[in-house]
């Protein structure tokens, strides 16, 4: 049992990532913006089918298609900013039709994948070298997963690094304070918001390239539930808060393998329940997330 | 003259706040803004950020019409905003809200002697750097929003209501150290409710009511005008 409970624990360790690394995107978003980027599931989503386009198709290295991935969603994100967010912004739209915008956007994309490619899966390409597998005692370590590890830990620490130590860190957590004030100490916000953008696209374009090695798919409709589990992890960690997101998403995502994992074959379906649970009791416990947010909660919404 | 404030009008939505207003604040002098509560005085200040825009009117600082600036533009152009409720980012630490301050100082050792100065003029900031600005009790916020305002070495600084919710002995204390940043060489114009500390510190002052410039004029001889004595002082 104890060693079964900690096999399911090292192949979980992968999901937790996906969805940590999804869950700072939301997070940074929200802290910034005041609004849910419901359309980051979509952003992850192309991040995949970049990688597998230019490796199944183009024969590119696998590495330049973890680039390429990287990059799409970055442009991805960026496009979202300026032609959905921006102009809302700008023009003073309520809440709702920020959030109908985003949603829209979200579906727009899901369906134009599906309208191209059709929505049935497709094998992502892993490198020769990712393949085989390791034995540490009696657990087993596939290679693909150690390197993906390895990788999660470095991105974390590039990470915290850069919002906790750097100047543009520190301003993003200002910005997501309080944005009139930052700009009035002479951030240029709007910089900041688009720095955001750059970072949270990218790390689920890093969270894509998991997602597809870990489960060797790739689909138009695959940002959706990856995407919500990540955004219930923004709201587990703070709102704002960014080492609390990537926490967030550790816990739904092990957690969610780990309750498949010991409930009976036939009620595997009954998965959504662990997350939708961990949701209400959060929201009913601790509104506010297990961490301290990081932002300042007024009166009016989006104001 | 530093700033000069000319004719604006400026409200929320279609009702207006300020009915043309005309300040003016020269090098090197602390010039107060006086008032009771809802007269304009923090739209005032709003105005000049860039935070609400005038409708009428111009705001001319340093040589330049910064009417039209972003909020960041006219931080960068040298004025600095230590606002009402002083606003601290509560989740950053002491001194990481004094970086924020500091933002525009592209120079990392600039910032360092800056921020020495800082610690130098507010020895508390300097024993809680590390804690978040939340965590302080309300002297030391208003200290540290004093602070924020001043790191990058503003032009002239903008603070509205220094005094608001503290006791008396934190306030003398506060408003040493203004005189202080003040004999330092910068200007400041001071927004305040208390008018007997306000008109005592500075050179000249504006008395507003309802959006309007009531009065203004040599502080010292305020303080020996009959309206201005009924009215305002005392009271604080």
Redesign the interface.
Known sequence: MGLYLLQQIVNSLIYGSVIGFLAIGYTMIYGILGLINFAHGEIFMIGAFTCYILVTFYQFPFFAGVMGAVLASVVTGLLLYYLVYRPCIRNKAPIVAVFIASFGASLGLRYLFMMIFGDQGRAFPAPAYLRGMHMVGQIVFSKRDLVMFVVTIVVMLIITYLIKYTKVGMAMRAVSYNIKIAEVMGVNTNRIIVTTFIIGSALAGVSAIQYGLNFGIVQPSMGFTPGLEGFIGAVIGGIGNVPGAMIGGFIVGIGEILFVAFLPSHLSALRPIFVWGLLFLILFLKPTGLFRPNVKYEGTWGE | MLLQINDITAGYGESNVLHKINIQVDKGEIVSLIGSNGVGKTTTLRCI?G?IRPKTGSIIFDGKNVNKF???K???AGI??S?EGR?L????SVY?NL???G??IQNYKDMKNRLEWVYELFPKLYERKNQIASSLSGGEQQMLAIA?AIM?SPKLILLDEPSLGLAPIIVDHIFEKILEINQSGTPILLVEQNSDLALEVSKHSYIMEKGQIRLEGDSKELLKNDYIKNTYLGVA
Do not use: V, W
């Open positions: 950020m935070i972003s909020s960041h006219i931080a960068s600095s905003y606002p606003e980012f509560g989740n950053l990481e970086r924020i301050g933002y525009l924020r990058p």
